[in-house]
């Protein structure tokens, strides 16, 4: 996922839902601190480097209820985080969030998007390396909370609950974890109004910043 990308999720989701978005970038690469799961070059094969067994990352995902998928792709998603970055590439960067988790999957029987992020007031403390769970909110998250933007099949969706992001790891290497939502088509939207439930894990490496390790 480019940051072009990942600025076109999440402008579709928050003009139509009135959220607050952010987006940095614009030229459709790679930012320092930002770890892309597509390979250098944005296409081609991977490099031989595997992070918790996946190479360069990757996000799976199950939808299930009023529309079933079954997705996984190695090769797209980004992360952004103040974790990974020095102080020299903060400067650089639009984007400034403790955390911030793309997950896109693209594929002929379906497409699933979404972006994890911490919110804007929330401190490196609040969302530290290491294990943690916090919660998923739609807009206006608190501190030790994320919002929640998603499309299926390029239809925003909203949560009709709570959700829960796990994060099982993150370091100077890597981040890992997985994700559970419940959610219904934004009104408007389409005619339909689906109701789905979403599960779904995430594993990418570290990468482009001189804060990452190997």
């Not at 770890?35 to 991977?46: F, L, Q, T, Y």
């Not at 996000?59 to 992360?79: A, H, N, Q």
């Not at 985080?81 to 650089?92: I, P, Y």
């Not at 974890?177 to 570290?206: I, K, N």
Request: proline share 5%; net charge neutral.
């Amino acid at each position: 996922m480019t940051t072009d990308t990942v600025c076109r999720v999440l402008l579709a989701v928050a003009l139509a839902a009135g959220l607050m978005a952010a987006c940095g970038g614009g030229d459709g690469g790679s930012l320092p601190g930002a770890a892309s799961g597509r390979a250098p070059g944005g296409g081609g094969a991977a490099p031989s480097v595997s992070i918790g067994g996946n190479a360069l990352g990757r996000c799976d995902v199950r939808v299930t209820g009023d529309l079933s998928l079954t997705l996984g792709s190695v090769g797209d998603g980004m992360v952004f985080s103040r974790h990974w970055q020095t102080e020299s590439e903060r400067k650089l960067l639009n984007i400034d969030r403790a955390l911030q988790v793309a997950c896109s999957v693209e594929t002929s029987g379906g497409s699933f998007n979404a972006i994890f992020q911490s919110a804007n007031a929330a401190q490196d403390k609040d969302v530290p390396y290491g294990p943690k769970e916090y919660a998923l909110t739609g807009q206006n998250p608190a501190v030790d909370q994320f919002q929640a933007i998603v499309l299926i099949n390029d239809v925003p969706y909203l949560l009709s609950e709570p959700g829960r992001l796990r994060v099982s790891r993150f370091d100077s290497r890597a981040i890992a974890g997985s994700f559970q939502m419940r959610l219904q088509e934004m009104p408007g939207a389409s005619t339909q109004r689906r109701s789905v439930t979403v599960e779904g894990t995430f594993d990418y490496p570290c990468d482009g910043s001189a804060a990452c390790k190997r």
